[in-house]
């Protein structure tokens, strides 16, 4: 007998990663050398010892059930730092803000928060994305619809290209600034077409922020701050995510926050309850301690501009590329100067240099016409500076090695 299973999980699409091996599996690259992973954006600067102590000072929180809520010195905390950072009244910590395990399961179970899966409604998302939009759109039994990120536009979404018939039934906008794979930030005017587009249609904006930290120049306005100084000061059908994985290089912690409207935050609570994403609260303990403080955030930010500044002017020697406003992601563009499709760049550098990048058509999809992840790679700068470079060192040879044979 054939076993019944949710049909919606057949349309998952692989994740970006298990493509990736599959390109890769046909040529092996040479073991004398050293592989250089710029592929995953998982930071690799190493975490901060104060927040190993407070774990280790706070171990007696695995011989208790957490509650779903968190406790009221995570909230306050968090509070006071969205003050601090974002220059914004400190949200109610009762009501307007509930810890997540990260980013990623919140951007997930949000849509399921706030998605009626009998409406079969519209989810716009940005084009490239972070494919945990797609999968929580379908399981929610909605159907997403891709806004382009392309560079004549500084890789912000084009929402005027969105038709009318689109918006009247969208429910849920994921935002992503600073963007994952572009860095590209949304200014106070975006912000605003968007909030004008919710009130005037009704969905819920889910503001994906967990790059928020790293920048090279001013900090990124974030969702909460750009309603705030636009007066919307309920913060009405917006939810901000972010998250310490970036932040403080403690991606295997699973901390982040979500931040808003409050009767969102309440019936997310109900989901959450239900789904059983209660944060540890020897994880609690050390999240207070790396959100208090902002001395590490801000050597991290160092390191990445330091980083950047070096990399970026000579990976321009050999492709079109631009410093990002945010983020640690590079999104260069590899077939005009090298002939070659961003899935043959990836294996070929791979294969003779053993550098992993990320082929751009795997991070997009194709909307109006294009693929706008197409001939673009997806380089995460998260090692230290030394491999960083001596990546860079390495593509910048590939390419020319490519053009003598163009
Ligand atoms: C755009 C974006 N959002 C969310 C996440 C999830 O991060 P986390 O769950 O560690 O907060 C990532 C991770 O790479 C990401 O790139």
């Given amino acids: 007998m054939k076993r019944a299973m949710n049909p919606l999980l057949n349309r998952l699409q692989p994740y970006p ?20 992973n710029f592929g995953i954006g998982e930071p690799k600067h190493s975490t901060p010892s104060f927040i190993r102590r407070a774990l280790r000072d706070n171990l007696d929180g695995l011989s208790k059930y957490p509650a779903t809520l968190g406790t009221l010195a995570l909230r306050e905390s968090i509070a006071v730092w969205l003050n601090r950072r974002y220059k914004i009244p400190a949200p109610d910590p009762a009501s307007q803000i509930l810890p997540t395990l990260g980013s990623r399961e919140a951007l997930f179970s949000l849509a399921q928060t706030v998605l009626d899966p009998s409406e079969h409604g519209i989810v716009v998302c940005p084009n490239p994305f972070y494919q945990i939009y797609e999968g929580a759109t379908y399981l929610a039994g909605a159907e997403p619809y891709f ?8 890789f912000g979404c084009d929402y005027d290209s969105v038709p009318e018939t689109v918006w009247q039934k969208t429910k849920l906008v994921y935002v992503c600034s600073p963007g994952n794979p572009t ?22 904006i889910a503001s994906d922020e967990c790059y928020s ?25 917006l939810i901000m995510l972010s998250s ?17 409207d409050a009767q969102i935050i309440r019936q997310f609570l109900l989901y959450r309850t239900y789904h059983g994403t209660a944060m540890s609260e020897t994880i609690q303990a050390a999240s207070v301690a790396a959100w208090d403080d902002e001395k590490h955030v801000e050597e991290n930010r ?16 050999a492709l079109n590329v631009s410093m990002p406003d945010a983020s640690f992601y590079l999104w260069a563009e590899v077939f005009e100067r090298t002939g ?13 240099f053993n550098v992993t990048v990320l082929p751009g058509s795997y991070l997009a ?21 030394a491999e960083c470079l001596e990546g860079i060192l390495r593509i910048v040879e590939f390419v020319k090695t490519q053009r003598r044979e163009l």
């Fill in 17 to 36: 990663f298990e493509k990736l091996r599959k390109l890769f599996a046909i040529n092996r690259p040479d073991p004398a050398i050293s592989h250089i």
């Fill in 147 to 154: 806004v382009n990120a392309v560079a004549e536009k500084n």
């Fill in 183 to 204: 860095g590209a930030v949304m200014d106070l005017e975006q912000w605003k077409k968007l909030f004008e587009l919710s009130d005037r249609y009704g969905f819920v």
């Fill in 213 to 237: 930290e790293i920048y090279f120049d001013a900090p990124p306005p974030g969702g909460l701050e750009a309603a705030y100084r636009l007066g919307r000061k309920d913060y009405r059908r």
């Fill in 244 to 260: 310490l994985s970036k932040r403080s290089n403690v991606p295997g912690m699973r901390s982040g926050f979500v931040a808003g």
């Fill in 302 to 317: 160092a390191k990445y501009i330091a980083k950047f500044r070096e990399a970026v002017p000579l990976l321009q020697q």
């Fill in 340 to 352: 070659l499709s961003d899935t043959e760049f990836a294996r070929k550098l791979y294969e003779k």
């Fill in 365 to 385: 999809r194709e909307a109006n016409g294009i693929n706008p992840g197409k001939n673009r790679i997806r380089l995460a700068l998260v090692a230290e500076p």
